[in-house]
């Protein structure tokens, strides 16, 4: 294996995610990794060990996968977990009672809900702020302050931080940089490379690609860092099973051509829905009116398949998610098959109502989630199911 990855570090993106697991399998040289379906691995003699002992501290399959990833992401250890969730709540294992943590104000709900309703009861507390504006994060930080959590984009706002920025300002201060980094995926953005201590990866999503695992990743940077990561992954418990850990790495070999067409299909959907008269307003940083679009273009080599738009009545929303027919209104994100969610009731719920309105997550936002259909198909379903939702509205 040390051969091949020393043969890796020269290739493209683009080869290494194809050739995933593709590693000179010693016995019948197989071109995927096999699932090894077993907890227990056979000690040679006393004393001695083939790197493999019991599954929850590491199994062969996944191992390969948690390689891959810690290269991609340019990291050096990564650990592959049961859910981005699990991943989660293995970083945040890090810290204990009386640590503080500053936190990006536009959230995944499912992060924040964890804080306030878990970590809270360790005695983890976390501030909630525009991480953009490192004034304001000056002034929210504590003594007790020991990291700086960001997303980058927010979904749904699609609120662009600049990470080489606030990790130079979280270094100067002690604190480590988490970086949520499933929007973009290592494709497009690397975060290690700007200065973050830690990535994170809903792998559900743009990883794994196909609506049809749940995975999370962490990747880390750094010798003691990585140790003490392995060290709670392990006592923690939430890893990834072989067969999972294969099923992901099946998604990530066509990671390049999947963002490829999701950030085109977007794209090209977003600048439509721009001129539609009844759109309000597009969160998409592809395009240039978006507030985040330079930091963006300087910091990423693309752009997320996701964009959110408000519709100009809130009373379109329920015929629209009723008459999009190739577009499944579904949660998730991240697939090849187009999903539209509605954050205020869904992804978002357990955010309070005071911070969903004070970012914009109301009543008239949705997310779109763009898959690798035909676009010409995707802008006839919208365009169809505006249409129906404004003669149900004007009709009523
Ligand atoms: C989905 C998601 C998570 C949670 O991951 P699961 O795999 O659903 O547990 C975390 N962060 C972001 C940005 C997500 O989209």
């Known amino acids: 294996m040390t051969e091949h990855n020393a043969k890796n570090e020269s290739l493209n993106i683009e080869s290494r995610l194809a050739q995933i697991g593709s590693v000179q399998e010693p016995v019948t040289g197989a071109i995927n990794f096999p699932i090894y379906q077993s ?89 909630y702020v525009d991480t953009n504006d490192l004034e304001a994060m000056e002034q929210i930080r504590q003594e007790n302050t020991r990291a700086v959590f960001i997303e980058t984009p927010t979904n749904p706002l699609m609120m662009i931080t600049d990470i080489a920025a606030v990790a130079g300002w979280a270094k100067q201060h002690n604190l480590l940089t988490v970086v949520d980094n499933t929007l973009l995926s290592p494709f497009f953005q690397r975060p290690i490379e700007l200065g973050a201590d830690i990535v994170i990866h809903s792998a559900t999503k743009y990883l794994g690609g196909h609506n049809d695992v749940l995975a999370g990743l962490i990747i880390t940077k750094g010798k003691e860092l990585s140790e003490e990561m392995a ?106 098959e187009s999903l539209m969610t509605y954050p205020a009731i869904q992804t978002h719920a357990d955010i309070p109502l005071e911070i969903r309105d004070a970012i914009g997550v109301d009543d008239r936002l949705l997310r779109f989630s763009v898959g690798i259909e035909h676009v010409d198909d995707l802008i006839a379903d919208l365009d169809h199911a505006l249409e129906a939702a404004r003669l149900e509205v004007e009709g009523a």
């Not at 940083?285 to 809130?314: C, M, W, Y």
Request: contains cysteine.
């Open 39 to 127: 907890t227990a691995f056979r000690h040679p003699a006393l004393g001695k060990s083939t790197g493999f002992d019991y599954i929850r501290t590491t199994n062969p399959t996944r191992a390969v996968l948690e390689q891959a990833a810690a290269e991609l992401e340019s990291g050096d250890a990564g650990f592959a977990c049961s859910s981005g969730m699990a991943a989660l709540q293995t970083i945040f294992s890090l810290f204990g009672q009386g640590d503080h943590l500053i936190v990006s104000l536009d959230l995944y709900g499912g992060t924040y809900r964890l804080l306030e309703r878990i970590l809270s009861k360790f005695g983890i507390t976390a501030s």
């Open 231 to 336: 060290f709670l992954h392990n006592s923690i418990g939430a890893v990834l099973s072989p067969t999972d850990s294969y099923q992901l790495m099946r998604g990530m070999k066509t990671l390049a051509l999947r963002m490829e067409r999701h950030e085109y299909n977007a794209t090209a959907i977003a600048t439509h829905l721009q001129q539609h008269p009844q759109i309000a307003q597009v969160y998409y940083p592809a395009l240039p009116d978006h507030p985040g679009h330079e930091v963006q273009n300087r910091q990423s080599s693309g752009n997320t398949g996701i964009f959110s738009f408000k519709v100009t009545d809130a009373r379109y929303v329920e015929p629209l998610l009723r008459h999009i027919k190739l577009i499944a209104f579904a949660e998730s994100l991240g697939g090849v």
